[in-house]
């Protein structure tokens, strides 16, 4: 199933990498042209990185109902600036369609030295100029938004003075945002200026600098072939790729044992025995438990604007009287340890950004005592078994795809578990396409979401609670779906985005631990699995434990690096 699900670098690598005239790294650098070479030839490599959807010809890498987003086909035709080992926290940027980038002293500025030879899939030449054309739609265009990593901050101008230059201008200083603004993808100009709502444009044939084009298209099978025309063209030795329709985990994982989808993020219950045991060529990231990275914070998303989910003390006693023990070992079978930290920190990973009142702060099992004190303070009363004020229940349901076996049964568990503490609570599964048309329309009470990914917990708390990403009922939000909006948060957000100083990033860090916690727009449930299931049986060259050149999990744009690092066997 598509997770947002990629580790996160530590707060100090974001500075390491964004501060001065800060040139991208060579260690790990694409190679320039092909050489003349031709690509070896592989075998067809099925991936599977989500399911349940129906096929519909789309691939706006733009807009987050679109096919190619769903299922992270967008960085085979669609490329980003730079390129990000999420795996190695220390590791510079990776030079990608940019060579490299320089800040202004203000942060205001960020100019990128824009690749040379670079050339669409159609053959036209990308320049500095398709760059700079892509932030201004961005602007321009509000509903438009990456979802690979996320929203990039928007810009007030964006130009190319020279072929090789692309200068972005910010309103106020981005220095920690470089991870989001150097992830977009470049979109062709010469083809983009004709379209007349970028917003609707289903992009049923795009055109991008990345290895693959998309040469044919069923209801039940996409398959991508190499672009003849691509700028590494020597490294791509996977011939073909192809992402097969699923209806659920539970129909693609036998097909994934059996060694017939080479590359997933699949949920597959008892790893072990269902897909490590089935073929020496099987694997995960780990051959022993946990067998996958914990690296984002999933999270029970809470519509703010619906009674009685609008009252924090609500939210409070339905977090605490979550078992997330349960989760972890039914919902996520045992791969996603619960969450540890009301205020939202991916632990034991974000220690050291803890702030040390949320440590340890969430008990794993149902807290009844905590329930009873916050809502009795409240003004609630148990009525016939029921927590009631005037007249109401707490009464909402849980939406979450069906298909997401995980999350419906964790959606199941949540229902239970608070029902028996005097809660009206439901699950309502839905089909993956109705789930991301409604959510970020704010059609929902609450929602179990992975965690945004990110150099440090600013972006995910971000995508949580920055009020200027999300839009009122009915319109289509870019973050902050649950629609909640608090001063101090905004402050604290433009606190750290604004400044280069680590000790007051960290005051800002702290602070929106206390609006996570104390006000709980959004519940952290448990520590996300990086999805990760591989077969040596075609092709090696995979990231692993011992070799993590780039996060492992078939997400945009880390699948486009592995698969340019893939070798045939024999």
Not at 257 to 271: C, F, K, L, M, W
Not at 350 to 367: F, G, M
Request: hydrophobic letters at 40%.
């Amino acid at each position: 199933m598509k997770r947002s699900s990629k580790k996160f670098l530590a707060l100090g690598a974001i500075l390491a990498v964004s501060i001065g005239l800060a040139a991208c790294g060579t260690s790990g650098s694409p190679s320039s042209g092909n050489g003349g070479a031709a690509p070896q030839q592989g075998k067809p490599l099925v991936v599977v990185d989500n399911t349940g959807a129906t096929f519909v010809q789309s691939f706006n890498p733009y807009v987050s109902t679109t096919l190619g987003v769903m299922y992270n086909m967008q960085s085979l035709t669609y490329e980003p600036l730079l390129m990000f080992n999420t795996m190695n926290p220390q590791a510079a940027p990776i030079p990608w369609l940019a060579t490299g980038y320089a800040w202004s002293s203000d942060g205001r500025t960020l100019t990128f030295t824009i690749r040379q030879g670079v050339k669409f899939s159609d053959g036209t030449p990308m320049t500095a100029s398709d760059v700079a054309y892509t932030f201004n739609l961005l602007k321009s265009s509000p509903l438009l938004a990456s979802q690979a990593p996320g929203p990039s901050p928007v810009v007030a101008s964006a130009t190319a003075p020279d072929a090789t230059s692309a200068v972005l201008t910010f309103s106020k200083p981005q220095y920690a945002n470089l991870f989001l603004i150097a992830s977009t993808y470049v979109l062709p100009e010469h083809v983009w200026k004709t379209v007349q709502d970028p917003a609707k444009y289903a992009d049923p044939n795009p055109v991008g600098t990345g290895p693959y084009v998309m040469s044919s298209f069923t209801s039940q099978k996409v398959t991508f072939t190499q672009n003849k025309h691509y700028w590494q063209l020597s490294q791509v030795k996977v011939p073909e790729v192809i992402f097969p329709a699923y209806t659920s985990n539970n129909t693609a994982n036998p097909a994934l044992a059996r060694g017939e989808i080479g590359y997933a993020g699949n949920n597959v219950t008892d790893v072990k025995a269902n897909f490590l045991d089935v073929s020496p060529d099987n694997h995960t990231w780990t051959s022993a438990p946990p067998y996958f990275a914990s690296n984002n914070v999933v999270a029970l998303w809470l519509n703010v604007t619906r009674p009685p989910l609008n009252d924090a003390k609500v939210r409070q006693a339905i977090s605490a009287g979550i078992n997330r023990q349960q989760l972890s070992a039914q919902g996520e079978s045992g791969y996603a340890p619960p969450a540890a930290s009301s205020g939202g920190l991916l632990l034991p990973t974000d220690n050291a950004l803890l702030n040390p009142r949320y440590a340890n702060d969430l008990k794993v099992t149902s807290d009844s005592a905590k329930v009873t004190s916050l809502l009795t303070s409240d003004g609630y009363k148990m009525v016939n078994g029921k927590w009631m004020k005037n007249g109401q229940p707490i009464k909402f349901a849980i939406q979450d795809p069906s298909s997401y076996t995980d999350y419906a049964t964790s959606a199941t568990l949540i229902a239970s578990q608070l029902n028996a503490l005097g809660f009206e609570v439901s699950f309502n599964g839905v089909a993956d396409t109705a789930w991301y048309s409604n959510y970020p329309v704010g059609n929902f009470d609450a929602i179990i979401h992975w965690g945004q990914q990110g150099p440090s917990p600013y972006f995910w708390i971000q995508n949580w609670v920055d009020s200027t990403l999300t839009a009122p009922i009915g319109k289509v939000a870019n973050g902050d779906y649950g629609r909640f909006s608090s001063p101090a948060a905004q402050a604290a957000l433009e606190k750290y985005a604004t400044t280069d100083i680590k000790a007051t990033q960290q005051e800002a860090l702290n602070t929106l631990q206390d609006i996570v916690s104390t006000q709980a727009p959004v519940i952290p449930l448990f520590y996300g699995a990086a999805w990760y299931e591989y077969s040596t049986k075609d092709y090696t060259g995979w990231p692993t434990a011992s070799n993590p050149y780039i996060n492992p999990v078939p997400n945009s744009p880390y699948m486009l690096y592995t698969l340019l690092h893939l070798t045939p066997v024999g």
